[in-house]
């Protein structure tokens, strides 16, 4: 059964770091594009950052560049998001999303992909 399991997250202060995993089971995330997203309360999925099956090209959303790395593991079968310098209006729950893709290129922001995890969730506060 494939499956995709979020975790990492925590109550961090503003300015702290957390490192996200994306742990796949049940199949190999290479040649998988992943993307990372978040939802905070009472707002939309909002799509944070993203890296290609092939040559792990990344995306990320404008309000993270610099702050946030994603990154592949492939012997853990894992893929990581790096936050730094997080910010309050960050808290939300994230999520990992993949599907299989042999492109060189990421997935756009808003794509939608085949398989997601649960969530992981993120609260950066004072």
């Known amino acids: 059964q494939l499956q995709l399991v979020e975790s990492g997250g925590g109550l961090v202060q503003p300015g702290g770091s957390l490192r996200l995993s994306c742990a796949a089971s049940?199949?190999?995330?290479?040649?998988?594009?992943v993307g990372w997203f978040r939802q905070a309360p009472g707002k939309e999925r909002e799509g944070v950052s993203s890296?290609?099956?092939?040559?792990?090209?990344?995306h990320y959303a404008d309000s993270v560049k610099g702050r946030f790395t994603i990154s592949r593991d492939s012997a853990k079968n894992t893929v990581y998001l790096q936050m730094n310098s997080l910010k309050p209006e960050e808290t939300g729950v994230y999520y990992c999303?993949?599907?299989?893709?042999?492109?060189?290129?990421?997935?756009?922001?808003?794509?939608?992909?085949?398989?997601w995890g649960q969530g992981t969730p993120v609260t950066v506060s004072a």
């Open positions: 890296i290609s099956g092939r040559d792990s090209n990344t």
């Open positions: 049940g199949f190999s995330l290479d040649y998988y594009a």
């Open positions: 999303e993949a599907e299989a893709a042999r492109e060189r290129w990421a997935m756009a922001l808003d794509y939608d992909y085949e398989y």
